[in-house]
């Protein structure tokens, strides 16, 4: 059973910059277990951040970016704002399946 | 615009059968995966698995495999997944996303379903 982990929760204050990171339980990710990342705030459905790696959707906010960093999937927020504070998960791709991480609770304080 | 509009909330006993939907517009039905996610109350995100509505062509994880049955009817553009036996256990929140070429982008909002005797 493959297994992607994610760091249970990160605090970063306003204005600062944080790194959420994605692990895969196979081995270094790279950038063809196209990683995404999604944002979830509670009572809301997820909302697609990045994909494949580093591409960001017309919603992106420019402080997201995404890359792969020392073999894992990585979502950095530059300038954090309050409204980042959030659930965030990654998403991997594993030839004809995809697994989810188990999410980062990140606490804006 | 793209949206994809799912099915409402059910409340079901233990042991019926519910077959939830989840219908797409705003773009080429057949040309986007549609897959399927459970939240658990108080989870996270499981990807439960995916089909192509162009040919039907399906995978599932195999934490869902022979659990659930994930179909489509391209006429309608609509996806559907289905159980035959609910538990208690399958009582989650249940979303569908559009994804092609390692983009997963839009999603719904959500189907809520609850098993209970």
């Known amino acids: 059973q493959t297994v992607v982990t994610q760091e249970p929760s990160l605090t970063v204050s306003p204005g600062g910059t944080v790194t959420l990171t994605c692990a895969s339980s196979?081995?270094?990710?790279?950038?063809?277990?196209?990683p995404n990342w999604f944002q979830q705030k509670p009572g809301q459905a997820p909302r697609a951040l990045i994909y494949?790696?580093?591409n960001k959707h017309s919603w992106t906010p420019a402080r997201f970016s995404g890359s792969v960093l020392g073999g894992k999937a990585a979502l950095t927020l530059s300038g954090v704002q309050p409204e980042d504070e959030a659930e965030y998960y990654c998403?991997?791709?594993?030839?004809?399946?995809?697994?989810f991480g188990g999410g980062t609770k990140l606490t804006v304080l | 615009e793209v949206q994809l509009v799912q099915s409402g909330a059910e409340v079901k006993k233990p042991g019926e059968s519910l077959k939830i939907s989840c219908k797409g517009s705003?773009?080429?039905?057949?040309?986007?995966?549609i897959g399927w996610v459970r939240q658990m109350p108080g989870k996270g995100l499981e990807w439960m698995g995916i089909?192509?509505?162009?040919?039907?062509?399906?995978r599932y994880s195999p934490s869902f495999q022979g659990q659930v049955t994930i179909s489509v009817d391209k006429s309608i553009s609509t996806a559907y997944l289905q159980w035959s036996s609910l538990k208690a256990s399958d009582t989650a929140m249940y979303y569908c996303?559009?994804?092609?070429?390692?983009?997963?982008?839009?999603w719904g909002q959500g189907a809520l379903v609850t098993v209970s005797s």
């Open positions: 705003g773009y080429s039905f057949t040309s986007y995966w």
């Open positions: 196979t081995g270094a990710v790279t950038s063809g277990y196209y």
């Open positions: 494949s790696t580093s």
């Open positions: 996303a559009r994804t092609a070429a390692g983009n997963y982008d839009y």
């Open positions: 998403l991997l791709y594993y030839g004809t399946t995809w697994v």
């Open positions: 089909i192509y509505p162009g040919d039907s062509d399906t």
